[in-house]
Nanobody, 120 residues
Framework: QVQLVESGGGLVQPGGSLRLSCVASGDIFAHDILGWYRQTPGNQRELVAAMTTSGSTTYADSVKDRFTISRDNTENTWYLQMNILKVEDAAVYFC??????????????WGQGTQVTVSS
């Protein structure tokens, strides 16, 4: 079992920056995928960024070159640095762990979500 606690959401102006944090209680395994998702009312939850524990990353096209996912191995924490924020980036952001088992179904762990508002 993994518990995830998020922080860092808030109100920013277009063009501003914000850093989200996710702290995991419980072990993170070497094969886990660590990620960030976002969701707006009436829409599906979409992948924003993800990384392997070895450092490989992937990003949604809409946030490439603006957002960066990184990990603090010592504190079992990972981050989403968001720069040059746009109005369309406003959403509830969730951190996530995807854990693949060889003898059981894949398990997904989710944080509670943190609100990011981008407005003038």
């Amino acid at each position: 079992q993994v518990q995830l606690v998020e922080s860092g959401g808030g109100l920013v102006q277009p063009g501003g920056s914000l850093r989200l944090s996710c702290v995991a209680s419980g072990d993170i395994f070497a094969h886990d995928i660590l990620g960030w998702y976002r969701q707006t009312p009436g829409n599906q939850r979409e992948l924003v960024a993800a990384m392997t524990t070895s450092g490989s990353t992937t990003y949604a096209d809409s946030v490439k070159d603006r957002f960066t996912i990184s990990r603090d191995n010592t504190e079992n924490t990972w981050y989403l640095q968001m720069n040059i924020l746009k109005v369309e980036d406003a959403a509830v952001y969730f951190c996530n762990v995807r854990r693949v088992w060889t003898v059981a179904p894949t398990v997904y762990y989710w944080g509670q979500g943190t609100q990011v508002t981008v407005s003038s």
